[in-house]
Nanobody
Framework: QVDLVESGGGSVQTGGSLTLSCTIS????????IGWFRQAPGKEREAVAS?????????YAIPSVKDRFIISQDNANNIVYLQMTSLKSDDTGVYYC??????????????????????WGPGTQVTVSS
């Protein structure tokens, strides 16, 4: 497992932008699946986007974010970003990043499987208001 800390959350108006950062420490493997998840008040946690630190994979689990959010990574500094634009009130929630070490033979598509994530950050609050 690894340690994860999210940052960059805050309060913005509808249509605004935020970039969340997930800083990864205690790295014990060269390759991880990293996912962003969110939980709105009174709702279950849902997957937002995921990526593979080895490159070549990005998955957006929510159709409404595909044209507004971008997941990216800075492997030199062990940071994964979630750039969020055109924010809507529905994007309000606590955003978490999570990680797991993928099984090499299973391919990168496993990074899209929410149930496999076993290391979680404490979360960062995003509030979008009109």
């Amino acid at each position: 497992q690894v340690d994860l800390v999210e940052s960059g959350g805050g309060s913005v108006q509808t249509g605004g932008s935020l970039t969340l950062s997930c800083t990864i420490s205690e790295v014990t493997s060269s390759r991880y699946c990293i996912g962003w998840f969110r939980q709105a008040p009174g709702k279950e946690r849902e997957a937002v986007a995921s990526t593979y630190t080895g490159g070549g994979f990005a998955h957006y689990a929510i159709p409404s974010v595909k044209d507004r959010f971008i997941i990216s990574q800075d492997n030199a500094n062990n940071i994964v970003y979630l750039q969020m634009t055109s924010l809507k009130s529905d994007d309000t929630g606590v955003y978490y990043c999570a990680a797991f070490s993928p099984i090499p033979a299973a391919g990168v598509l496993q990074c899209a499987e929410m149930g496999k994530y076993n290391s979680w950050g404490p979360g960062t609050q995003v509030t979008v208001s009109s």
